[in-house]
């Protein structure tokens, strides 16, 4: 990995050789959240942007000179596998939804169409790699639900075993997940948080390699690649790389728009890109911490835990695990923090739905609500480019669907019920 100078701690700055740490920096126990530091200059003498659009693998893996992994063990573990099929998701134009906002330029991009069906499989398939380095035979992760199908379900395609931690009221659909792709499960009675911590105490005193959000240091640099996707996907023969005027991304945790904020700065870096767009990050009016901590220009390691509670479980933390680089993506690109009540976020399921074909759990909803959100408070001009994520897909999370949308119509097996219900087209 010779495109790799080292780690570098988000609270001292302290510098470590990629060899000298696993995790975090040992002078903050588990608030020094590492930073992985590439040569842009070597990257950028063995790969131009022409290059890297030309790839003819269309997976997160066409990026592997940019990411902190062993190229070969990448592929061994990708070719013919699940994990080869991570990333490169639909970029949508969604012209109606845009009308309807009074916008040009809205694109969705449709996450929810990963082989697990989260954004989160961007991160899983990295840490699959990075175990698969180190033979380590057990991986563990604690999750809401998506990060631990996203590793169980990467990791049952590689045959690596893999235990799970998940609060109790994670959604059924994603437990589900976990066991039928035979993940060890142990569900917390208690909060994400507590079952976070609990991963953190249990990984060394078992031996397994830890996938934490915020902790593993590489989970940013997988989910940085969707940064690369969407400038790509914006290109053109001209210009191969486009970056957008403004993201749109649902945050818990803030790993998600660390790492968006991380692949654009290495584009900004390269100088493949010439423009920073703006980050939005939209939280959950109940799990608002980072909202509240923008608003007040509160510096992270200050930030108190909050009781958290919403509908949007992906998107619901007491204390976002990676709140420095989730304040800085939003303060350094000049953006905003949002904060969406359950009521707007679960109205936006069947809106994004109807408007562009994406159903999306209630996390990744929260994103385009606020969306709508934003342009009720005039934050956003009408000629931007914008993008919003849809993190994750609607199936897994049925019953927060079902909460947005009425009944269907129940009827007796007769051509005079189906007309009493709807009318003949003409
Ligand atoms: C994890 C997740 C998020 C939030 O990501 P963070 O890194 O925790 O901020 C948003 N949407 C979905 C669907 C997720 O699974
Ligand atoms: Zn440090």
């Known amino acids: 990995m010779r495109h790799i100078l080292g780690l570098k701690c988000t609270v001292c700055g302290r510098e470590y050789g990629i060899d000298d740490v696993e995790y975090v920096c040992p002078l903050h126990d588990n608030e020094g959240v590492l930073d992985v530091v590439y040569d842009y200059t070597a990257i950028g003498s063995d790969l131009s942007p022409t290059r890297m659009t030309g790839s003819a693998d269309h997976s997160i893996w066409r990026y592997t000179p940019l990411l902190p992994v062993d190229a070969g063990v990448a592929r061994r573990l990708a070719t013919g596998t699940t994990l080869g099929g991570v990333g490169w998701t639909p970029l949508l134009p969604a012209p109606r939804l845009a009308g309807k906002l009074g916008l040009k330029h809205l694109w969705i991009k449709d996450d929810g169409r990963e082989p697990t069906a989260s954004f989160k499989d961007r991160a899983s398939a990295i840490a699959l790699v990075k175990a698969r380095e180190q033979e380590s035979r057990v991986v563990t992760t604690a999750s809401t639900g998506n990060a631990a199908a996203a590793l169980a379900g990467l990791g049952a395609a590689v045959g690596q075993s893999t235990i799970i931690f998940v609060p109790r009221t994670a959604p059924q659909a994603k437990v589900a997940q976990l066991l039928v792709f035979g993940a060890t499960v142990l569900l917390v009675d208690g909060t994400y948080d507590e079952a976070f911590e609990l991963c953190l105490e249990a990984a060394p005193e078992f031996g397994w390699y830890n996938r934490n959000t915020a902790y593993n240091p590489y989970m940013s640099e997988g989910k940085k690649t969707v940064a690369y996707e969407i400038c790509e996907q914006l290109g053109s023969p001209a210009r191969p790389l486009q970056a957008p005027d403004r993201?749109?991304?649902?945050?818990?945790?803030?790993?998600?728009?660390?790492?968006?904020?991380?692949?654009?700065?290495?584009?900004?870096?390269?100088?493949?890109?010439?423009?920073?767009?703006?980050?939005?990050?939209?939280?959950?009016?109940?799990?608002?911490?980072?909202?509240?901590?923008?608003?007040?220009?509160?510096?992270?390691?200050?930030?108190?835990?909050?009781?958290?509670?919403?509908?949007?479980?992906?998107?619901?933390?007491?204390?976002?695990?990676?709140?420095?680089?989730?304040?800085?993506?939003?303060?350094?690109?000049?953006?905003?923090?949002?904060?969406?009540?359950?009521?707007?976020?679960?109205?936006?399921?069947?809106?994004?739905?109807?408007?562009?074909?994406?159903?999306?759990?209630?996390?990744?909803?929260?994103?385009?609500?606020?969306?709508?959100?934003?342009?009720?408070r005039d934050l956003v001009g009408p000629d931007e480019r914008i993008v919003v994520l849809a993190t994750g897909s609607g199936l897994k999370d049925v019953a927060g669907a079902m909460k947005s949308v009425g009944q269907p119509h129940t009827i007796e097996p007769s051509l005079a019920a189906v007309r009493s219900v709807v009318q003949p087209a003409n």
């Not at 993506?329 to 739905?353: F, T, W």
């Not at 159903?359 to 959100?373: D, I, K, Q, S, T």
């Open 247 to 376: 993201i749109f991304v649902p945050v818990g945790d803030g790993c998600i728009i660390g790492g968006v904020h991380k692949g654009l700065r290495d584009l900004m870096a390269l100088g493949w890109i010439s423009q920073m767009p703006k980050l939005m990050g939209v939280q959950a009016a109940g799990s608002d911490a980072l909202v509240s901590a923008w608003e007040r220009g509160s510096n992270a390691l200050d930030m108190q835990p909050i009781r958290a509670e919403t509908i949007a479980d992906s998107i619901s933390a007491g204390l976002p695990r990676d709140r420095i680089k989730a304040l800085a993506a939003v303060r350094e690109s000049g953006g905003a923090y949002i904060r969406v009540s359950d009521a707007e976020i679960l109205a936006a399921i069947p809106v994004l739905a109807q408007g562009c074909g994406v159903f999306a759990e209630p996390a990744a909803a929260a994103a385009y609500a606020g969306l709508v959100a934003a342009v009720e």
